[in-house]
């Protein structure tokens, strides 16, 4: 069991008082031996040129004014811009009682810019809608080079007007070609989740008896990365002050890893993966995505959407929900395309993707070979806590899936 306590005092009274209480909680008849701390040198995943403390707040000002006014300029039927620009750091420093003392300095950026629209509507009416882009990754103004500021601006306003012309198809059991990207959603949620370990030592997740099992097309690896350079979920060390590794979980087609916190391995017989993650000082860590991706195919993306005849294309989401023990899923798409005679057509919009993870998973028979690690400003909650993620897919097909439309 884990004993847990925090202190906002770091008085060593009361610092001493919250380890007794955490040491109370977990208490063991084994007499422990506390080594001297000794630092760990780290790597460094986010190195950082241009740190956000040194930037004046008039330059912070001048930038989110030319991105509210080039998103105005873009089309005539902008009516209002939302922007913001966020920026953080924090500094973690875990100390072991085997002498492991580790100090990691996470900074975050996070630019967001939602634009609402009115135009002419597919049927003649007046229609009224809004959308949004946003990037971030651990890095500081370096981050925002003219040609990130310029794909802000122009997705914003592109998904914005997209929605003025696009309607919402039938609903029916269909093929779905995930767009790369940000369609990794569905893999973050509908199986990344049942990968944790926690959930899999509990007998919780549905792939709890299926390691080394094909679970899969061979085509499918899946890795939970922690050491991409610069990315939102990427950590030099988990919170439990071990260094984070490229986790691979499915390796063509087959499970051969879940991702664990020290708990985990412990009963699993294994190293930790650095996968054991936190909110703040004020939670327990526990198993937790970092950056999930599914590596690139042997598909052309073209040669995936010629592939079906009718079908959907899924660009972005809004949002999902997952139920881990079962594996079901739903998942709204914000903007997509019909697929009609192996090319894509009518605009569509607001559509509920509903399935099954694990069935998503061995339906999944076309993978792409353009993957795209998406810079959104993902955010997972787990069990109360929130955590920032990456994550990333090339374009995917899935032979089937379950599409809810408004039209009959």
Request: proline share 6%; charged share 25%; hydrophobic share 35%.
């Amino acid at each position: 069991q884990v004993g847990y306590a925090y202190s906002e005092d770091l008085s060593p009274d009361a610092l001493r008082s919250a380890a007794k209480t955490a040491a109370g909680i977990a208490a063991s008849n084994q007499p422990r031996q506390v080594a001297l701390p000794v630092a760990i040198p780290l790597p460094n995943h986010y190195p950082v040129s241009r740190p956000w403390d040194q930037v004046d707040i008039n330059l912070r000002i001048d930038l989110i004014r030319k991105w509210e006014q080039a998103a105005f300029a873009k089309d005539e039927r902008i009516q209002r811009v939302e922007v913001s620009l966020a920026d953080s750091a924090k500094v973690v420093m875990i100390v072991r009682p085997d002498g492991r003392l580790v100090e990691d300095w996470r900074p975050m950026t996070r630019a967001h810019l939602r634009c609402t629209a009115e135009g002419v509507g597919p049927n003649g009416e007046t229609v009224r809608e809004s959308n949004g882009y946003n990037v971030a990754a651990r890095a500081g103004l370096e981050f925002l080079d003219e040609s990130r500021q310029t794909r802000l601006v122009d997705e914003a306003v592109h998904r914005t007007v997209f929605l003025l012309g696009a309607t919402s198809p039938s609903p029916g059991e269909m093929p779905v070609v995930l767009a790369a990207g940000p369609s990794a959603i569905l893999l973050h949620e509908a199986i990344g989740h049942g990968m944790e370990a926690d959930f899999n030592r509990k007998r919780i997740s549905i792939y709890a008896n299926r390691m080394n099992q094909s679970i899969a097309n061979d085509q499918v690896t899946i890795v939970d990365d922690g050491t991409i350079l610069g990315a939102r979920g990427s950590i030099n060390v988990d919170d439990e002050g071990n260094q984070a590794e490229r986790t691979v979980l499915v390796e063509n087609g087959v499970l051969r890893s879940y991702m664990h916190d020290e708990m985990s391995a412990a009963h699993y017989g294994i190293s930790p993966t650095g996968s054991g993650r936190r909110q703040s000082f004020r939670h327990a860590p526990m198993p937790r995505m970092r950056s999930t991706i599914m590596e690139a195919g042997p598909h052309d993306p073209d040669e995936i959407i010629a592939s079906v005849d009718k079908g959907i294309y899924c660009v972005s989401f809004a949002n999902g929900a997952v139920h881990i023990g079962g594996g079901d899923f739903s998942f709204y798409m914000k903007t997509g395309y019909l697929i009609e005679n192996g090319k894509l057509s009518q605009p569509i919009k607001d559509v509920n993707i509903i399935g099954n993870g694990p069935e998503a998973l061995s339906r999944i028979d076309m993978v792409g070979n353009d993957l795209k690690i998406d810079e959104g400003g993902w955010t997972c909650g787990k069990d109360g806590q929130s955590v920032p993620v990456s994550q990333g897919m090339p374009t995917v097909r899935v032979s089937s899936l379950v599409v809810g439309g408004e039209q009959s």
